[in-house]
Every structure is written in C-alpha cells, then in structure tokens.
C-alpha cells in the first residue's frame, strides 16, 4: 500500500538531547513537509523540500533541521535549541505542482520533553 | 499571524443534527480552500475542497459554503453521525505559487448518539 510511514510513533527526550523524526513516503511524490500540531494552534509548517537536495524553512524552522538526500525520505531533527519541543510532529508529501491543497499526511510522530 | 481564523474550538452535535464551522481569511491571494478530517492519533485527511468561482459546493452530507466578499467560509455535515467525531481544519492556499498550506486552528467534533 502507498503511503507515508513516520517513526517512531511516540519518542521520549530529556532536554538537551538532539532527536531525529524518520518520515519515508513510496508516494513516488516530489514535495514534503513537516508540520507541528499544538493544541489550539492547528499545524504550522516547519520545513519543506520541492526536490532531493533543496528545502525550504517554514513558519517555525527554529531549532530545526532537516535533509533531502533521497526522494523517498525527509527526516526532521529536532535540536537542543528548541524551546519547546513537546509537540505531535506530522509529515506530508504532495504531487509537486499540484496545487490542490492535497497534502498526504503520516499518522505522526509524537515527541515529549521530560 | 493567523491568516485562517476558525471557530468554534469545539462542538458538541447530536446525532442527526447540523455541524458548522466557520473560517474566515485575510491574503486575499489565497484561491483555493480545502478541509481536512483528522481521528485521534491519526493524521489529517483531505475532505472537500472548494474554489472562490463558485459559491457551494457538495459531497454526500458535506457542504462548503463560500462567502467571496466576506471572506469567509464553511463547513455544515448534515445528518451528524457518531463516526464524524474528529476534528476538522479548514485551509487556504495560493494554486498559483507552490502548495504552501497555511490551516485554521482546528475544530474538535462531538457527535453525541
């Protein structure tokens, strides 16, 4: 089945500790994106990528990282320099060029701070 | 900067009832407005989308109504079911640029049997 798989599903840090979200899609699709999800906030997008090799920030890079080296897979580093990294983080992925608003989503990945 | 402003945060339905959520945008650039569907511990899904040429549009007991001069938009599920029970995010893009997609706060939906 084609889909976008994230892992783990739920990843516990202590503060100060680097972590990394995996995100693999066989969409065959060439744009992805993280988003975080707060409570009352709705999904700010964080990073994106169009193509292997380039990537963009989004609303809220801080403290982010990511890479493109593949088409399949956009993994998301979440550093020390977050504040406040507790959050539920999702991946999508689109038919680049679209434009219609259809982003394919993971079930997500979510990340507590102790 | 909330660019799609939604309300209400939550909202309880009786089963058979009429679900609303309003949304209302500021970039008058943003030209094509879809909703997502999101269940607990899962992640969004693309619902019904709808573009400002016209002013409804339907999909079984989904209804977008769009208001273009007021620039707002909505969401009514008729005949609330139970299953329904999820929370909804209105979006907004520009079609013209690349598919950045700037979401509403959300609206976490009861349907009560």
């Known amino acids: 089945d084609g889909g976008i798989t994230q892992s783990p599903k739920y990843l516990f840090r202590k503060e100060g500790q680097n972590v990394t979200l995996s995100c693999e899609q066989n969409l065959n699709h060439d744009a992805m994106y993280w988003y975080r999800q707060d409570p009352g906030q709705g999904l700010r997008l964080i990073y994106y990528?169009?193509?292997?090799?380039?990537?963009q920030k989004g609303d809220i890079a801080e403290g982010y990282s990511v890479s493109r080296e593949k088409k399949e897979s956009f993994p998301l580093t979440v550093t020390s320099a977050q504040k406040n990294p507790t959050a539920f983080y999702l991946c999508?992925?689109?038919?680049?060029?679209?434009?219609?608003?259809?982003?394919?989503f993971g079930e997500g990945s979510r990340l507590t701070v102790l | 900067q909330q660019q799609v402003k939604q309300s209400p945060q939550s909202l309880i339905v009786q089963k058979g009832g009429i679900s609303i959520i309003n949304c209302a945008y500021e970039?008058?650039?943003?030209?094509?407005f879809p909703w997502y569907q999101q269940f607990p511990g899962k992640g969004p899904a693309l619902l019904i989308a709808i573009r400002p040429d016209v002013s409804e549009k339907k999909e079984g007991r989904f209804t977008i109504s769009f208001n273009k001069s007021a620039k707002q938009f909505s969401l009514h599920i008729m005949d609330s079911q139970p299953g329904d029970s999820a929370t909804y995010f209105c979006a907004a893009l520009n079609s013209g640029g690349y598919q950045k997609v700037t979401f509403g706060t959300g609206t976490k939906l009861q349907v009560i049997p």
């Open positions: 999508a992925s689109s038919i680049a060029g679209a434009n219609t608003g259809e982003l394919f």
């Open positions: 970039n008058t650039a943003f030209d094509y």
């Open positions: 990528s169009q193509i292997v090799n380039d990537f």
